[in-house]
């Protein structure tokens, strides 16, 4: 759970005011960033998250300085940086195809940007040792950079943009050409190197799963635009939208009409028939039809009962849980993820009748 | 009966055989054409030289080595070193340096300006620098003429607009083979270039803005190392041909300013000394494989010292 008080007194690394970022002239121009607004804190694990195409990397190049905005400014600390080039910018990058130079060892790669500072030849030998063994390449600063794995060039990567010791690391995808298990092991290392070294961490992925599990704070994006800013528990629990929604986990959409409404408690009449609670986001008037969501392990397949009812269409294993998705009698689909207790089959098979009982809080009214 | 070893033999065999079949044209090729005629030079340059060109078959002699470096006094039999030789080396190898840099320094903005220019405008920025190709060598040298000549554009323009009242004598002088060489060899340094330009991946320069590099350092120390290649293969390709340049230093030179090829040509013309001008033609090729030996040497030098 955060914890507002904390949050608020932290400062603000990195602020995006308004952006809008448009590539070409006149009717063909594309709008990467459509007003964009955003605030990144000191020591954040910030993700920026969203489908391929919807301007993340834009977003990195704009704070990174290889782009200028259309519109709108980009703050550091406080001030515009608009007229600084990326080579002024105690900003760096990691990017998303490593970008070594190929004809410097993995030392002299993670020694560049130390040199171009013009630190002493013994502070960059001693810096670049520590970071080598940061990221666990103390062995291999030696080699040539095409003679190491994909995993040990993302490290080298990693460490070549932490030695200089930017203000704020920015991270494009870093993760995404690494095979799953390595994936994995690089997320926790990650999150280490970002408490260990105290930087502020913009974290760039299309993978949902992967700013659940790093993030502090994630901002959704979508089509040039930021759709919600939260941590990973209330962009998950309180998706403010539908795409969000969508794009987090996976969801179960019904329509439902709403019945009464006080405070931030809605009651709404499935199309069964029955009544459920459900929540409402702060400020949000709903209409009378609305779109509800509910996590599919916030539902149960019972034999008996249940606000909803359907057929059984397919059953699938995924060995810690079962998956069950339903037909309901509106010809809505529903999937419900029930946990597989030891040496027990779910109960269902393909073709029987199902009712669905829906966890108490778990409905929630969309903004849509 | 033979056993699969034996197959296995056979069709080894057979496959050589074949091997040197198939390569048979082209190493007939390159014994004819190239191997063939060096030959035919070294043993030229070591006979006697007939009374009115050609050599004497069957006599040798190391005269025509010999007046490559010394002449002999006419009148008091004294060795001297061949000054004028030397001095047509010398001049050869500045002017080939030279242009050599020259091509450099104007070829390395113009081919990145083409590689950073969108894909399918590249190839028109390339179709224009090899247009010149289209024309004689001799048309291309008599219109750098037409430039520099005391009546030419250059003289013309700077003396009407009144910043000099003499016109400046450029043609017969090396500054005028310098410019004719610079300009009729700047497309082989530009293609070159160009070719390992093209290849160059250009987040590697932003990664170097990233890392604090300005824009000077990110030319040193992040483009030059990844064009190197381009770089020294531009560089062989304007070197060897100005070392050996002929019909610009004899059209914009004139009679006095010689370089090696001028040199050369006059053994086996008016100088009637065949020999003489063999034993010129491999020295010329020993000079360029030593100084192609000493700079490929050291550009592989100074790129190890980076990685
Ligand atoms: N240099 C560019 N020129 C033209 N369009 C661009 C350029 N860079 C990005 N875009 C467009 O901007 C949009 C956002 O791109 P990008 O930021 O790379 O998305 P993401 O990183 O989220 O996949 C895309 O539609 C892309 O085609
Ligand atoms: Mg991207």
């Given amino acids: 759970m955060p914890k507002p008080e904390e949050a608020e007194q932290k400062r603000v690394a990195v602020e995006a005011r308004s952006i809008v970022k448009a590539f070409g002239q006149g009717s063909n121009a594309i709008r990467a960033l459509d007003n964009v607004s955003v605030a990144i804190r000191e020591n954040e694990f910030f993700t920026l998250l969203g489908p391929s195409g919807c301007g993340k990397t834009t977003l990195l190049r704009l704070i990174a300085g290889f782009e200028y905005p259309t519109e709108g400014a980009i703050l550091l600390y406080g001030d515009d940086i608009a007229g600084l080039p990326p080579f002024k910018r105690p900003v760096n990058t990691v990017f998303q195809s490593y970008a070594l130079f190929p004809h410097l060892t993995v030392s002299e790669n993670v020694a560049f940007g130390l040199e171009m500072l013009g630190r002493s030849k013994d502070e960059i030998k001693s810096r670049v040792a520590a970071m080598l063994k940061l990221v666990h390449m103390e062995e291999l600063g030696n080699r040539r950079t095409d003679q190491i794995s994909g995993g040990q060039a993302q490290r080298v990567a990693l460490a070549r943009a932490l030695a200089p010791g930017p203000k704020v690391l920015l991270l494009d995808e870093p993760l995404s050409a690494l095979d799953y298990k390595l994936r994995k092991e690089m997320q926790i290392e990650l999150k280490r190197m970002q408490s260990e070294t105290g930087i502020t961490f913009i974290f760039v992925t299309h993978d949902q799963e992967e700013a659940l599990t790093m993030s502090d704070r994630i901002a959704v994006m979508s089509k040039g635009r930021i759709l919600q800013v939260g941590s990973p528990w209330d962009i998950y629990d309180k998706p403010a939208d539908r795409f969000v929604a969508d794009f987090i986990g996976e969801t179960n959409f019904l329509t439902a009409a709403v019945v009464d409404i006080a405070n931030s408690r809605a009651t709404v009449r499935l199309s069964s028939g029955k009544e459920i609670p459900a929540t409402v986001a702060e400020g949000m008037q709903p209409k009378h039809e609305a779109t509800i969501v509910v996590r599919p392990e916030h539902a149960r397949a019972v034999k008996k009962g249940g606000q909803l009812s359907g057929t059984v269409e397919n059953v699938v294993y995924f060995g810690t849980d079962t998956h069950i998705h339903i037909r309901l009698e509106d010809g809505s689909p529903f999937t419900v993820r029930q946990q597989n207790a030891r040496s027990e089959f779910c109960g269902f098979e393909i073709g029987d009748p199902a009712g669905i009982e829906i966890a108490a809080d778990a409905a929630q009214v969309l903004r849509d | ?86 001095s047509i080396f010398w001049r050869s190898l500045k002017l080939s340096f030279f242009t050599t840099l020259l091509t450099l320094l104007l070829g390395f903005p113009t081919a990145y300006f083409i590689a950073t220019r969108p894909r399918n405008t590249r190839e028109i920025w390339v179709f224009l620098v090899t247009i010149p190709f289209w024309t004689n060598l001799l048309i291309r040298t008599f219109a750098m003429q037409q430039v520099i000549r005391n009546e030419g554009v250059v003289n013309s323009v700077l003396m009407w607009t009144g910043i000099i009242d003499q016109p400046l004598q450029i043609m017969f002088t090396d500054t005028a083979i310098l410019l ?41 120390r992040v483009i030059i190392p990844l064009v190197k290649p381009g770089v020294i293969a531009g560089s062989i390709l304007v070197f060897i041909p100005s070392l050996g340049a002929y019909v610009i230093p004899r059209v914009l030179g004139g009679g006095k300013n010689l370089m090696l090829g001028n040199l050369i040509e ?42």
């Fill in chain 2, 180 to 220: 004719g060489m610079v300009y009729v060899y700047l497309p082989l340094m530009i293609l070159p270039l160009y070719a390992s330009m093209e290849k160059l991946d250009f987040r590697l320069i932003e990664a170097g803005y990233d890392l604090y590099a300005g824009r000077l350092q990110v030319l040193w």
């Fill in chain 2, 1 to 86: 009966m033979s056993s699969a070893a034996e197959i296995a033999r056979q069709t080894q065999q057979r496959e050589i055989r074949n091997r040197w079949l198939l390569s048979a044209p082209a190493l007939l090729i390159i014994f004819f054409a190239a191997i063939g005629p060096l030959f035919v030079v070294l043993a030229y340059s070591f006979m006697v030289k007939g009374d009115y060109g050609d050599v004497k078959f069957g006599q040798y002699s190391l005269d025509g080595w010999f007046s490559v470096f010394f002449q002999r006094d006419i009148f008091d039999d004294t060795l001297t070193l061949a000054d004028a030789h030397l």
């Fill in chain 2, 266 to 307: 006059l053994q086996f013309g008016a100088g009637r000394n065949w020999p003489l001008g063999a034993a010129l033609s491999i020295t010329l090729m020993v000079i360029v494989m030593v100084a192609l030996l000493f700079y490929v040497r050291n550009a592989a030098r100074s790129g190890a010292q980076h990685g």
